[in-house]
């Protein structure tokens, strides 16, 4: 119980924060590392356009959304494979 409490914890604390921006995310791929830092830009500016391309090519208000299920599990199954 104590892993699950902390782990609530961290992603609360996560999403309280303030998100960061594009140029924001960028600034802190760079320091990485020397070549690293620039890779990581390039692949995130890369990925960046890569989803606008799919965001202009299928805009998300025309994907229907299926609402969740409840799956209820039946306890006589359980008996009958016991």
């Not at 594009?22 to 620039?38: D, E, H, M, P, S």
């Not at 990581?40 to 994907?63: D, G, M, R, Y």
Request: with cysteine; aromatic share 10%; charged share 25%.
């Amino acid at each position: 119980h104590r892993v699950a409490r902390e782990t609530e914890l961290v992603y609360s604390n996560i999403f309280e924060k303030p998100r960061l921006t594009f140029l924001q995310r960028l600034a802190r791929y760079k320091t990485v590392g020397g070549v690293a830092g620039y890779v990581a830009c390039i692949l995130a500016i890369t990925l960046h356009f890569v989803v606008s391309l799919v965001e202009w090519w299928q805009p998300a208000h025309l994907i229907d959304i299926i609402p969740d299920m409840c799956l209820v599990h039946d306890n006589n199954e359980k008996k009958k494979k016991q």
